[in-house]
């Protein structure tokens, strides 16, 4: 039986959870009149730490472990991963470059920066500076990146092709200027095709944490039925 159904129940408690905390996080700023979405006061309990309130899973089942593992070359996709790790109590993963990109590598106007190169070349495999230890204890993994010419960075085909997240459910998001996800969850699925790929998701750079919670709620990982 793969590994998303098993931890369906636990998943659909993670995820009335995170429901929990866009509202309450919500209610908070209607109250205080405040247009911040993030702010250091009045945090959403994370879905972690409220699982066993909202769930009472058997004693025998484990929590489901959650990943939150993210590219991120100027810091659109890092706000959205933090808000993840926020809502879902997941871990997160910076993927980091072993040389860092500079801003003149980043210069997609300039034909030969470094970023268009490596994206113009279907073999470029950028350097990681690491993996995170042992993928495949993860029963969940939200996978994030820019957009790059419609596609994900070639580092994250180094990562997968780095990590072994076996049958792990994983679920893209990206960051663009205006792309959708389009075919570039696609393309990394190729990389990593033991595992469960849900749908992806794409975010302005600026999401709000109540937009990433109401995302995870929508998700409807609650309603996969290995019967139907
Ligand atoms: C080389 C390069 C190519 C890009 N290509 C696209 C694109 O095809 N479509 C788009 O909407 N934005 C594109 N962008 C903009 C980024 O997707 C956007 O700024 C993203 O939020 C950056 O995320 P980050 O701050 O996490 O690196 C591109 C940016 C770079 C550097």
């Known amino acids: 039986m793969k590994r998303i159904y098993r931890i369906i129940p636990m998943l659909t408690a993670l995820l009335l959870a995170a429901a929990l905390a866009a509202c309450g996080d919500s209610q908070t700023q209607s ?9 250091e ?3 959403p309990e994370s879905v972690a730490s409220s699982l066993p309130q909202a769930a009472q899973p ?20 890092r706000n ?5 790790e926020a809502v879902l109590g997941a871990e997160l993963y910076e993927i ?6 500079t801003e003149a590598d980043l210069d997609y106007n300039s034909e030969d920066c470094r970023a268009n ?5 279907p073999d470029a495999r950028p350097a990681i500076s690491g993996t995170p230890e042992d993928p495949g204890q993860y029963d969940l993994a939200f996978l994030g990146y820019p957009i790059w010419w419609g596609q994900a960075p070639k580092i994250l085909y180094t990562f997968l092709e780095s990590c ?7 679920v893209p998001f990206c960051t663009s200027g205006s792309s959708s996800i389009g075919s570039s969850a696609e393309a990394l699925q190729e990389l990593a095709p033991d595992a469960d790929w849900l749908p992806g998701q794409r975010f302005g750079g600026d999401a709000s944490r109540e937009e990433v919670a109401a995302w995870v709620e929508s998700l409807g990982l609650d309603k996969l039925n290995p019967a139907g």
């Open 31 to 39: 109250s205080s009149g405040q247009t911040s979405a993030f702010r």
């Open 41 to 43: 006061e009045a945090e």
């Open 58 to 77: 058997d004693e025998q089942e484990k929590t489901p472990r959650v990943l939150v593992a993210y590219f991120s070359a100027t810091g659109n996709t």
């Open 80 to 84: 959205v991963a933090q808000q993840l």
């Open 96 to 101: 980091l470059p072993q040389e860092p990109y």
């Open 117 to 121: 190169q490596e994206q113009n070349d």
């Open 164 to 170: 072994d997240f076996g049958d792990a459910a994983i």
